[in-house]
């Protein structure tokens, strides 16, 4: 079984910076594609960012591309996203996923989901 657990969340003010962290354990990781969700109040899962397993290619929602950087450490187990200029739109609990396929910017494709961690930007 897949635990997939994150870590970096918080509050900064508008224009910040934070890196979040995901750690799996349990499974192949360099094998699975990883995905960053995040979910504001009120509103749908929405895809973020997603690497695949070599960390060679990487997909980004318009709306963080050029701000946020998905990368990973498959010695770590771990999956990072950097996200720069944060803007209080980024508000939300963010979660990390892992999938052996599919279309990356679909929560569907993802079979394992951490319990998410909160950023909260401010104004």
């Known amino acids: 079984q897949v635990k997939l657990v994150e870590s970096g969340g918080g509050l900064v003010q508008a224009g910040g910076s934070l890196r979040l962290s995901c750690v799996a354990s349990g499974g192949n990781f360099s094998s699975y594609v990883m995905g960053w969700f995040r979910q504001a109040p009120g509103k749908e899962r929405e895809f973020v960012a997603a690497?695949?397993?070599?960390?060679?290619?990487?997909q980004y929602d318009d709306s963080v591309r050029g701000r946020s950087t998905i990368s990973r450490d498959n010695a770590k187990n771990t999956v990072y996203l950097q996200m720069n200029n944060l803007k209080p739109a980024d508000t939300a609990v963010y979660f990390c996923?892992?999938?052996?396929?599919?279309?990356?910017?679909?929560?569907?494709?993802?079979?394992?989901w951490g319990q998410g961690t909160q950023v909260t930007a401010s104004s």
């Open positions: 996923a892992e999938a052996s396929g599919g279309r990356v910017y679909l929560s569907s494709s993802y079979e394992f």
């Open positions: 690497i695949v397993g070599s960390g060679a290619f990487s």
